[in-house]
Nanobody, 119 residues
Framework: VQLQASGGGLVEAGGSLRLSCASP???????????LGWYRQAPGKERELVAT???????NYAESVKGRFTISRDNSKKMVWLQMNSLNLEDTAVYYC???????????WGQGTLVTVSS
């Protein structure tokens, strides 16, 4: 599974961004076997989970983003998105999309996309 993340950029605090992650070369039936997620890594910090979504649309969020971020997926388009609202300075990080096979546990990472929140 190859993952291509996009949508990062510079935004003022309180603003919104939508990250996208495409997997155009994946076969849909294979893509459906993966739990998809977004992680982020801020400067000087470890990579952390932001949100995940299963094939059944079950979602999980980090406490710090609950109520502000929304993860969604479209299996037919082989896409996963992260809608980020009410961004604050602490959301500044490189964001990575991730796919984990729900049976084997094998996983893949996309390249990061930088989100910078300014005051």
């Amino acid at each position: 599974v190859q993952l291509q993340a996009s949508g990062g950029g510079l935004v003022e605090a309180g603003g919104s961004l939508r990250l996208s992650c495409a997997s155009p070369r994946s076969i849909t039936s294979v893509y459906n076997m993966y739990t998809l997620g977004w992680y982020r890594q801020a400067p000087g910090k470890e990579r952390e989970l932001v949100a995940t979504i299963t094939n059944l649309r079950e979602t999980n969020y980090a406490e710090s983003v609950k109520g502000r971020f929304t993860i969604s997926r479209d299996n037919s388009k082989k896409m996963v998105w992260l809608q980020m609202n009410s961004l604050n300075l602490e959301d500044t990080a490189v964001y990575y999309c991730h796919a984990k096979h729900r049976v084997s546990g094998s996983d893949f990472w996309g390249q990061g996309t930088l989100v910078t929140v300014s005051s």
